[in-house]
């Protein structure tokens, strides 16, 4: 059996590559990608804890994290392809268009 502190180093591992990937990347797609990143690390967490407690809760709750994972990407990635395709430019420094 996986020790539970192997589980949790492997999440935060994942959350913390997704949260360096949002924070200082400037590509749109890259940044998409490290927020599935982050989720991804977050359900390695809640299923380790599930199968630690022995309880399906976790793994219910990371099947729904998947699901709005799924809708983001789907509804960001048509954003990110709409903008491109008027902008030509994926950079997030030249966006200051979208500022209100």
């Known amino acids: 059996m996986i020790p539970i502190n192997a589980v949790f180093g492997l999440g935060l591992l994942l959350f ?37 407690l022995k309880s399906p809760r976790g793994a219910i709750f990371a099947l729904f994290v998947i699901l709005v994972a799924v809708s983001e990407a789907a509804v960001g990635f048509a954003l990110v392809l709409s903008y491109f395709r008027s902008k030509k430019t994926y950079d997030v420094d030249e966006m200051n268009e979208l500022k209100g």
């Open 16 to 52: 913390f590559i997704g949260l360096f990937g949002v924070l200082f990347r400037k590509n749109l797609v890259i940044m998409l990608m490290s927020l599935e990143l982050l989720l991804n690390g977050v359900n390695i967490i809640f299923a380790g804890l599930s199968h630690s």
